[in-house]
């Protein structure tokens, strides 16, 4: 059987040089090849001029650039645009573009100036394994993990779309804030953000880079000795008992030893730098005053600002979880801000289409059987209404 050809989509320089240095090429190489692959958009390694035909032949024979298919994108009225990222193995995550408010996906202008940022939320699994319980990704179960080509190939595809479509500013932020729990998926992570940030690459910003996790303790320690890239915690509870209930990974990982390891990772960033904490607001959960204040006596002295993200229904939702009104919303951001708490709210963006924060979806095959454990739930619940 022949061997596996190497995707050079989503190899960072160091492992691209390394490549070409095991085929006795000079490492520069790596260089020109980066530059075709995400400033050219190019896969067809015969399109690489400036590299000889015969490397050319037998890079052919050994390695590809093998990008992940991308289904027709679905757009919102706010602009937001969702795709679906076809792996390997016959299934799906989705990816979501964020353009700034009111900007439009095909590349238009307010007022002749160009639109400032074009955010891509990306997956870096298939489904996911911690299941919180306001999220529709994690109901639908867990697959496995996606390669770095798969992850790259997300922002390659993404940034082709708009290129496609006349906006020139391309992609100008990435958060690893899609399908999965992207710090149980370390290393093609990692190179993942490597690549982004590389400037023959994407060249984007270490600060408009944002990787977040629920609180995987030990790989937040690791991350701090590979990267300074932004990190984002989804915390979404101010006590463990509450946070059990919600994020189920802190049964593991309490929220002290979280706290105790951004302040970890806040040692090597620079002082103006901080870390967003994720906060989803629940009606009559985790929205109270008490709550409020509870948050900003755990945050203190801790280098942080607290994004709000009011609840996102979605089908699966067997809690009765309900949005805040914007009166408890607001009560709750004021409380914070009063003691001293850098708070952002979110804009609900996407929603219409599925694409907000904590409605992604995808397409699964669920190793876990958890997705058909929640449905029997469904059955059930259905059948006992219906009995008289």
Request: glycine content about 8%.
């Given at each position: 059987?022949?061997?596996?050809k190497?995707?050079?989509?989503?190899?960072?320089?160091?492992a691209?040089?390394?490549?070409?240095?095991?085929?006795?090429?000079?490492?520069y190489?790596?260089?020109?090849?980066?530059?075709?692959?995400?400033?050219?958009?190019?896969?067809?390694?015969?399109?690489?001029?400036n590299?000889?035909?015969?490397?050319?032949?037998?890079l052919?024979?050994?390695?590809?650039?093998?990008?992940?298919?991308?289904?027709?994108?679905?757009r919102?009225?706010?602009?937001?645009?969702?795709?679906?990222?076809?792996?390997?193995?016959?299934?799906a995550?989705?990816?979501?573009?964020?353009?700034d408010?009111g900007?439009?996906?095909?590349?238009?202008?307010?007022g002749?100036a160009?639109h400032?940022r074009?955010?891509?939320c990306i997956?870096?699994?298939?489904g996911?394994?911690?299941d919180?319980?306001?999220?529709?990704?994690?109901k639908?179960?867990?697959?496995?993990?996606?390669?770095?080509?798969?992850?790259?190939?997300q922002?390659w595809?993404?940034?082709?779309?708009?290129?496609?479509?006349?906006?020139?500013?391309?992609?100008t932020?990435?958060?690893?804030?899609?399908?999965g729990?992207p710090l149980?998926n370390?290393?093609?992570?990692?190179d993942?953000?490597?690549?982004?940030?590389?400037?023959?690459?994407?060249?984007?910003s270490?600060r408009?880079?944002?990787?977040?996790?629920?609180?995987v303790?030990?790989r937040?320690?690791?991350?701090?000795?590979?990267?300074?890239?932004?990190?984002?915690?989804?915390l979404?509870?101010?006590?463990?008992?509450l946070?059990?209930?919600l994020?189920?990974l802190?049964?593991?990982?309490?929220?002290?030893?979280?706290?105790?390891?951004?302040?970890?990772?806040?040692?090597g960033?620079?002082?103006?730098?901080?870390?967003?904490?994720?906060?989803?607001l629940?009606?009559g959960?985790?929205?109270?005053?008490?709550?409020a204040?509870?948050?900003a006596?755990l945050?203190?002295?801790?280098?942080?600002?607290v994004?709000?993200?009011p609840?996102?229904?979605?089908p699966e939702?067997?809690?009765?979880?309900?949005r805040?009104?914007?009166?408890?919303?607001?009560?709750?951001q004021?409380s914070?801000?009063?003691?001293?708490?850098?708070?952002?709210l979110?804009?609900?963006?996407?929603?219409?289409?599925?694409a907000?924060?904590?409605?992604?979806?995808?397409?699964?095959?669920?190793?876990?059987?958890r997705?058909?454990?929640?449905?029997?739930?469904?059955?059930?619940?259905?059948?006992?209404?219906?009995?008289?």
């Amino acid at each position: 059987m022949a061997e596996e050809k190497a995707n050079l989509l989503g190899m960072p320089r160091a492992a691209l040089g390394s490549f070409f240095a095991k085929i006795g090429e000079k490492p520069y190489r790596a260089d020109q090849v980066m530059r075709w692959i995400y400033r050219g958009k190019v896969t067809d390694i015969d399109a690489m001029t400036n590299i000889s035909r015969s490397l050319r032949g037998h890079l052919k024979e050994i390695a590809e650039i093998r990008v992940p298919a991308f289904s027709a994108g679905t757009r919102s009225s706010d602009g937001v645009v969702k795709w679906l990222a076809h792996t390997e193995h016959g299934q799906a995550v989705e990816t979501v573009l964020i353009p700034d408010a009111g900007a439009a996906y095909d590349g238009a202008t307010e007022g002749g100036a160009p639109h400032r940022r074009n955010t891509l939320c990306i997956s870096s699994q298939v489904g996911c394994a911690l299941d919180c319980s306001f999220c529709a990704t994690g109901k639908q179960g867990f697959n496995g993990n996606l390669t770095r080509a798969e992850i790259v190939g997300q922002v390659w595809q993404a940034g082709r779309e708009l290129a496609d479509r006349g906006d020139e500013r391309g992609i100008t932020n990435v958060v690893f804030m899609g399908m999965g729990e992207p710090l149980l998926n370390f290393q093609p992570v990692l190179d993942a953000a490597d690549v982004l940030m590389d400037d023959l690459a994407f060249g984007i910003s270490k600060r408009r880079v944002t990787i977040s996790t629920a609180g995987v303790v030990p790989r937040i320690r690791d991350l701090a000795s590979h990267t300074d890239v932004s990190l984002a915690v989804s915390l979404h509870a101010p006590r463990d008992e509450l946070r059990n209930v919600l994020v189920p990974l802190n049964r593991k990982y309490p929220i002290a030893e979280v706290l105790d390891a951004c302040r970890h990772y806040l040692r090597g960033l620079g002082e103006r730098r901080s870390i967003t904490m994720e906060y989803t607001l629940i009606d009559g959960v985790n929205d109270s005053v008490v709550d409020a204040r509870d948050l900003a006596h755990l945050l203190t002295g801790l280098r942080t600002k607290v994004n709000l993200i009011p609840f996102n229904p979605f089908p699966e939702d067997r809690n009765g979880y309900r949005r805040p009104s914007p009166a408890r919303i607001d009560r709750f951001q004021t409380s914070l801000l009063n003691a001293g708490v850098a708070t952002m709210l979110r804009t609900t963006r996407g929603d219409e289409i599925g694409a907000a924060c904590g409605q992604l979806t995808g397409t699964v095959h669920d190793r876990t059987q958890r997705r058909t454990r929640y449905l029997a739930r469904e059955r059930v619940s259905l059948e006992t209404r219906s009995v008289p």
